[in-house]
């Protein structure tokens, strides 16, 4: 081969090479830009479980975008109060929230089906709505009309029914009981006599200390721990009826979501997806050794009676039936809901109901 021809088409092939990397690289600074969001959390940092959330979503897509995606939470109150963190993300106050739905039921009910509802699904049949049946996708198509699209980013598990200065035997004794309760469940205890009121959990202990209300109930074992609310109140009550698998989202501001980049988008998702798997595996393990330490420093653990929960029961059934008759979105997505929880306990009843039982029967006799 003639040198000569051999370097000419060796040097082309070089420059060639150059190019090719030249335009590589702001083609890659174009698939991958720096995006820096803010996420308001509802909740304390000293709450870590549960603000925990918003922590694990933000490593998570950091490590998936090589660091080119960040997000950084900042507690309820470091930017704006916890009640107020959709309003905050659907101005563009900031990027996102971590927060649950049902704190803004007073904006539209609807809002509570996002969290849970009196009565509703446990964590694992409300995973399964969201992400095999219509949950997310009849969700986002309410908030879409707030400016918002969400995604579950949380779950807490079946919650205790809450803290009480008295013992509550029948439904007289709630007559009157001033209590913290978020969501329609403060509508169902209205029904029977309570005098709801929403307080955010950071500004829940000193409410029930002074006396400013009567009872409280938050998430459970290991969070009420940390808040110390069995000082204050002796008698911890079960089950938490109106939160049988509450979610926590992640809401997004509807056009700086639709702004990112496709795999952006894929990242977000799949941490919000750890953090709502990761925060259910949290409390599961450490509610038990929380529960046991609360009832040495004194809680009184008593169940709801029958009578209550039947009461409780029969006030959500006519409340939904009333929001129904007006609310297109709350009908549409409750009837989708219902329908789902319907065949699902038929299921649930026979394989899960029967197998824990059976387990917690040999628990109890010292078997296990």
């Not at 971590?98 to 509570?112: E, I, L, M």
């Not at 009872?215 to 939160?243: I, N, T």
């Not at 039947?310 to 008759?325: L, P, T, V």
Request: proline share 4%; hydrophobic share 40%; glycine share 10%.
């Amino acid at each position: 081969m003639d040198r000569r021809s051999f370097m000419k088409k060796a040097g082309t092939a070089g420059a060639g090479a150059v190019a090719a990397t030249a335009l590589a690289a702001p083609a890659i600074a174009q698939e991958n830009p720096k995006i820096a969001w803010r996420m308001t959390s509802s909740f304390p940092k000293s709450l870590d479980t549960i603000y925990g959330g918003a922590e694990d979503i933000a490593k998570h897509v950091s490590a998936a975008t090589d660091g080119n995606f960040t997000i950084q939470p900042f507690a309820a109150g470091e930017i704006v109060p916890g009640l107020q963190a959709v309003d905050a993300v659907a101005a563009g106050t900031v990027e996102a929230a971590h927060t649950t739905s049902y704190y803004f039921v007073g904006k539209d009910p609807t809002y509570a089906i996002g969290t849970a509802i009196p009565f509703g699904l446990n964590s694992r049949l409300t995973n399964a709505w969201f992400y095999q049946g219509n949950g997310n996708t009849l969700m986002n198509e309410f908030y879409a009309t707030q400016g918002m699209y969400a995604l579950p980013a949380g779950n807490t598990g079946a919650q205790m029914g809450g803290w009480f200065r008295k013992e509550i035997n029948t439904l007289d004794d709630l007559k009157g009981v001033k209590m913290r309760i978020a969501g329609l469940a403060g509508r169902v205890m209205e029904k029977v006599g309570v005098i709801p009121q929403q307080i955010a959990g950071g500004d829940i202990y000193p409410a029930l200390e002074k006396g400013t209300i009567d009872a409280a109930e938050f998430v459970g074992p290991y969070d009420d721990l940390k808040l110390g609310f069995h000082k204050v109140a002796k008698y911890y009550y079960y089950p938490g009826w109106w939160e049988g698998g509450p979610t926590v989202h992640a809401f997004f501001n509807l056009d700086k979501w639709s702004s990112l980049p496709k795999h952006y988008q894929a990242a977000l998702n799949d941490a919000c997806a750890f953090a709502n798997t990761n925060m259910l595996a949290k409390y599961d393990t450490k509610n038990p050794s929380a529960l046991k330490q609360l009832v040495a420093e004194g809680a009184t653990l008593r169940p709801f009676s029958q009578e209550i929960m039947e009461a409780c029961f029969q006030a959500a059934m006519g409340i939904y039936d009333e929001i129904s008759g007006t609310n297109q979105y709350f009908k549409k997505i409750y009837d989708d809901q219902t329908a789902f929880k319907r065949d699902a306990y038929l299921w649930m009843q026979l394989s899960e109901y029967t197998f824990d039982t059976f387990m917690m029967i040999q628990q109890r006799a010292g078997k296990i």
